[in-house]
């Protein structure tokens, strides 16, 4: 996939993730919804940069990385968040509290991530 289309999908997902949690649907597949956006964000952005980014770990270096750069944002805690997310789908562990907090964290990261994707 190449960047535009891993945006593309990544705003799909947020979409329908928003869907989900905001019309009473089902809570796990809108976590798992909302990490998929911010996974294939992340990948984007690795991409863009030109660093290799391969599952789970990839995901956190490459937070790391942005981190570097940008050390006034928490990319790293975001990304965090949205893999508690990820861990819901499975687990049903978060309460609402919960959800709302790694919602709100992922969201972040999700839209500047996208931000900086779309801005030439």
């Not at 940008?70 to 509290?97: C, K, M």
């Amino acid at each position: 996939m190449t960047p535009k289309e891993r945006l593309d999908t990544s705003l799909e997902f947020a979409q329908r993730s928003d869907q989900e949690f905001d019309n009473g649907g089902n809570d796990m597949i809108a976590a798992e919804l909302l990490w998929g956006a911010v996974a294939h964000t992340i990948i984007a952005l690795a991409a863009n940069n030109g660093w290799p980014c391969h599952g789970h770990g990839g995901y956190f270096e490459v937070a790391r990385r942005l981190a570097e750069q940008q050390p006034e944002v928490p990319w790293q805690s975001e990304i965090a968040a949205a893999d508690q997310l990820h861990g819901h789908f499975y687990n049903r562990n978060l309460s609402t509290g919960e959800l709302d907090s790694r919602r709100s964290a992922a969201q972040r990261a999700l839209h500047r991530g996208v931000t900086s994707l779309q801005t030439p």
